[in-house]
């Protein structure tokens, strides 16, 4: 089998029985135009390998190596799916390994040798908490050089979101912090199948060399997590679930207890972070 020889994804759907399953956060990106767009936002793929998380009939994954990869690891946990990737497998031959695993339970730094990005349409209702693992790699700069990732436009613009808008929050913070994140376009619902309910977005984020502003990754999660726990609330009143000595940490931190969380900037919840550690070791 060659490329060419592939047919529509329609048809392999359906000679699959492949129903999109809600419980798996599926939804099938069939538009190859589109696949291209998204396959193209990430960057040159020529040299690198390309792991794509939920690659379902092969849309994405199919416009990957069309775009060059020079290899792709798709990690599918749903076995339906296994047969449709198999008729890629063979159509590109060396370069598509398919691996039928749960991503949330798959070392993915293991699995890559080379320069590595990362470029998925993510199964929705697994998409933050791999996103928050992969910003949370240790040691920094991690083992990617790109993640390009499809997300609910919603979460999406909560990843880019400025200090002092409405969807700035954890995400934004911990995105921010580490990476140079930037929504690429949005997806309109009627490109998949069966449409979502609501708009996609493809963001991409760029590693930074270095964080914004030092501090542990743990720590930064917990004081965030805290701050926007009750956002509207000022800090010296949200932070007490930290269980510390609250005003000690606000005026360790240089902030003032008036302050609230979306109003504070990565380095400042930097600071708070660091302050945090402190105490917490003393």
Not at 82 to 111: F, H, N, Q
Not at 263 to 273: D, G, N, Q, T, Y
Request: proline residues 8%; neutral net charge; charged residues 25%.
């Amino acid at each position: 089998m060659t490329p060419d020889d592939l047919p529509p994804l329609r048809e392999v759907i359906a000679a699959h029985e492949l129903r999109a399953k809600k419980s798996l956060g599926q939804n099938f990106l069939l538009d190859l135009n589109l696949t291209g767009r998204i396959a193209r936002a990430a960057g040159s793929l020529e040299d690198h390998t390309i792991i794509e998380v939920g690659p379902g009939p092969g849309g994405l994954t199919r416009a990957l190596l069309a775009e060059g990869a020079k290899k792709v690891i798709a990690i599918e946990r749903d076995d339906r799916c296994l047969a449709a990737l198999a008729e890629i497998t063979a159509a590109y031959p060396g370069r598509l390994e398919v691996i039928d695993a749960d991503a949330l339970k798959t070392d993915m730094a293991a699995l890559a040798g080379g320069p590595v990005r990362i470029v998925a349409n993510l199964p929705y209702n697994i998409a933050t908490v791999l996103l928050v693992g992969w910003l949370q790699t240790e040691p920094w700069p991690p083992w990617y050089d790109s993640l390009t990732l499809m997300f609910q436009k919603e979460v999406a613009d909560r990843i880019i979101a400025e200090p002092g808008s409405k969807s700035y929050g954890r995400l934004a913070v911990l995105a921010q912090w580490r990476t140079k994140a930037q929504k690429a376009f949005d997806v309109d619902r009627a490109a998949f199948t069966p449409p979502p309910k609501v708009t996609s977005s493809v963001v991409h984020l760029l590693p930074r060399p270095a964080p914004l502003a030092p501090a542990d990754p743990k720590a930064l999660e917990k004081v965030v997590a805290a701050a926007f726990g009750q956002r509207r609330k000022m800090i010296r009143a949200s932070l007490k679930t930290l269980g510390l000595d609250t005003p000690a940490l606000i005026e360790a931190a240089g902030l003032r207890p008036e302050e609230r969380a979306e109003r504070l900037s990565i380095e400042e919840f930097c600071a708070l972070a660091r302050a945090y550690e402190a105490m917490k070791t003393a």
